[in-house]
């Protein structure tokens, strides 16, 4: 049966319910949650294992919209942290939250034809809730960037194409609308740079890389809504977003 996107965004968040129901006390309480690194280490593999085996690859009759490129920006981590998961809210053994409303950032990266690319590897970056990245020269008042957000994260997509991360819901600085920066590898090659939006945000029709976007299908693919995580804590939300990368023959 093809799942549509509302489909697969609601099995995983039910799969994710099943995966970590045992620990559910710890998880409803940030504080108990990050009390241990085993706490940590069982929520990243929860967030594993809640990505994986959920996506059925869908069969197209056409080819799908390929996801949008977009400018890396300058503020890649010019210093990679040491921790480099796809949990971008607590790093390694910190018991203190990155401030910011916490969002589960999800989807599939697949080819033209809806095939999942599996092993693909996912990056996403982004600045923290003071307009801050994680960069030597990043604007903003860098005395008040964050230390407990993570500001890059990782992951490796699972058999069916699956990705997911926790971090914070994009926030606006001087000059650009808020933002998640996304970078897509297969095997060390790169595959795609790209953005992600917030849909509905006002400062989406001044900003100048959004609006070079093409109308419709297109600038549609990457600006999502970030919506309110069924079943989860309050202030907890979701956004989905797959990501269709065109490949050539030879990958």
């Given at each position: 049966m093809l799942l549509d996107g509302t489909s697969c965004n609601h099995n995983l968040w039910m799969r994710f319910h099943e995966v970590i129901e045992?620990?559910?006390?710890?998880?409803?309480?940030?504080?108990?949650?990050?009390?241990?690194?085993?706490?940590?280490?069982?929520?990243?593999?929860?967030?594993?294992?809640?990505?994986?085996?959920?996506?059925?690859?869908?069969?197209?009759?056409?080819?799908?919209t390929l996801t949008p490129r977009a400018t890396e920006g300058p503020f890649y981590p010019d210093k990679l942290p040491l921790d480099q998961d796809n949990d971008l809210i607590i790093l390694k053994d910190s018991t203190t939250p990155a401030v910011g409303e916490i969002t589960y950032l999800s989807g599939r990266v697949l080819d033209p034809k809806g095939n999942p690319l599996k092993n693909a590897v996912v990056e996403i970056w982004q600045c923290d809730a003071s307009g801050v990245y994680l960069h030597s020269r990043s604007g903003?008042?860098?005395?008040?960037?964050?230390?407990?957000?993570?500001?890059?994260?990782?992951?490796?997509?699972?058999?069916?194409?699956?990705?997911l991360f926790r971090t914070?819901?994009?926030?606006?600085?001087?000059?650009?609308?808020?933002?998640?920066?996304?970078?897509?590898?297969?095997?060390?090659?790169?595959?795609?740079?790209?953005q992600i939006y917030v849909k509905g945000y006002a400062q989406n029709e001044r900003d100048g890389i959004w609006k070079r976007l093409p109308e419709g299908a297109v600038r549609d693919s990457v600006t999502v809504p970030f919506t309110s995580k069924s079943g989860g804590k309050a202030g907890e939300l979701e956004a989905k977003c797959d990501i269709v990368v065109g490949l050539t023959p030879a990958e």
């Open positions: 045992p620990t559910r006390p710890r998880l409803m309480k940030l504080s108990s949650l990050y009390a241990s690194s085993a706490s940590r280490r069982h929520f990243l593999r929860a967030l594993s294992l809640s990505a994986a085996g959920l996506w059925t690859p869908g069969v197209f009759a056409e080819a799908l903003g008042n860098v005395e008040k960037r964050d230390r407990n957000f993570q500001g890059f994260g990782r992951f490796e997509t699972d058999s069916k194409g699956g990705y914070i819901k994009p926030v606006p600085y001087p000059g650009r609308t808020p933002h998640i920066h996304m970078k897509v590898k297969l095997r060390d090659k790169e595959l795609l740079t790209t």
